[in-house]
């Protein structure tokens, strides 16, 4: 509305009261007067009130346009901005657009906006923005493009529908940070830790390693003296505390010297690893065997009485001497010793039994089990 719009609606409202007046009868020249008086006051307040706003207005609108173009700058400044028509045809870019994919303005502006598409995207990632913005709803992910040269950047991207007044697209806003630098710190730090990981998987392994060597015999596997002598101590306590049989057989390889003079120490090797492979897997499940230092071997048989653990070593003794190794003529031949423990007994004690019970068998012509005896 202008000023004279103004007047103009002042004048006919005058004219309708006066109109009134007249018909009424009560219309005289002072009234008239008085009305003409009160119209022109009226008029000139008004006027008055209307360029004030007028010109308020116009400040506000201009405030109000410095205050978007300051937005629009800063925006510019800080994000890769975009625009395409809903067909993705590209129809505004930024500078920084233009700086980071290294195209210049002319070359963007009516492309598909795929021409900055980097082949390493899924185009799962490409459907999924579509059905979204589609669907008239804003999308963000992590987008990798590339640039005129074929290099790659990375984007945290932001995809605005911008609707018209009946509520359809009519284009869309893309707003980007460039998240390069932080995503290949990132995948550094994902490198670092997948190193370090294999390095802490290694170090664990060589760490298995050593305390597999540290309790295992190097040359048979089986238990070492030192582990088997940890483990004696733990089944002697766990025997007498929960009033459990424990037995303890004691063996060597009758002879053991004259393989070794005859066909070498690399051949009594071979004898012995595999003269305890085959006791090994004919032993029960629980029995704690050991080699206790050159062609000496004892066997600890938890919850086993000292008639079970005569049963076993004779299974064994026969076992071995019915076997035919290598590098030996005549049948291999063992010895056995057997003791249980009593309440007096300690670790000491009992394998001085056990050990006592070999040297009879030893005695009395090899090949054959004693047990312990008082």
Known sequence: MTVSDLFTLILKLKNAIEQ?????GNLSFALQSEIDSLTLQMANDLAS????????NRNYKSENSNLLAE??????????????????VITYVNDKFCEISGYTRDELVGKPHNIIRHPDMPREAFKDLWDTIKAKKSWNGVVTNMKKDGSQYIVDTTVIPILDVDGDVIEYIAIRHDITELEETKQQLRNINK??????????????TLEQKAYKDKLTGINNRENFEDIFSIEIANAKLNDIALSLIIFDVDNFKLVNDTYGHQAGDILLQDMVHLIENNIKKGDIFARWGGEEFVIL?????????????ENLR???HSYVFKFVENNLTLSFGIAQLSSEDTKKTLFEKSDKALYEAKKNGRNRTELYKV
């Open 20 to 24: 009134i007046i007249f018909e009424n």
């Open 49 to 56: 009130n209307f360029e004030t706003i007028i010109s308020s």
């Open 71 to 88: 937005y629009k700058k800063a925006v510019d400044l800080s994000n890769i901005v975009s625009k395409t028509n809903p067909k993705g």
């Open 195 to 208: 190193a370090m990981k294999n390095k802490v998987d290694e170090l664990y392994s060589m760490t298995n």
């Open 301 to 313: 048989t938890p919850a086993t009485e000292i008639n079970g653990a005569y049963n076993l070593a």
């Open 318 to 320: 026969k076992l071995v």
